[in-house]
């Protein structure tokens, strides 16, 4: 198994007839304008969603029993972290997980990371790493 794609956007549903529908979809940039005069305290937020695709590889070799974490971090800190427990099942060769909606607070440009490992008995077998560029632009009043 291996993680394909991360996207990061606004909002995920789930439809009528078991789709999904990803709302806002960023590119690697998100642009975000705060009043000079904000407050810096507390901090302006954004809130964000992920879907994360993993691809079945080849039925035989994939783990049956797998983990999927997820680690969101601001620049160096980390400001959530998601485990789920899978378990391969059915003909799909393509899975969806997707990840719940997450508050970034936003003080200065920095970086947002979305790194997603696959695990099997505590050892990565695969791991991915998505990167949204935040830039913050102070506007005059």
Known sequence: MKVNNVLICE????????????????????NIEIPEIAATEPQAAVILAALITIEKIDSKTDPKDYSIIVSIALGKNIIGKMIAKGASAGNGKILHLTVPKFSVPLLDSDKLFINVQLTKKEKVTNEYKAILNINVTKTAP
């Open 11 to 30: 909002d995920i549903r789930m439809e009528v007839g078991n789709k999904l529908s990803a709302m806002g979809i960023f590119g690697d940039t998100l």
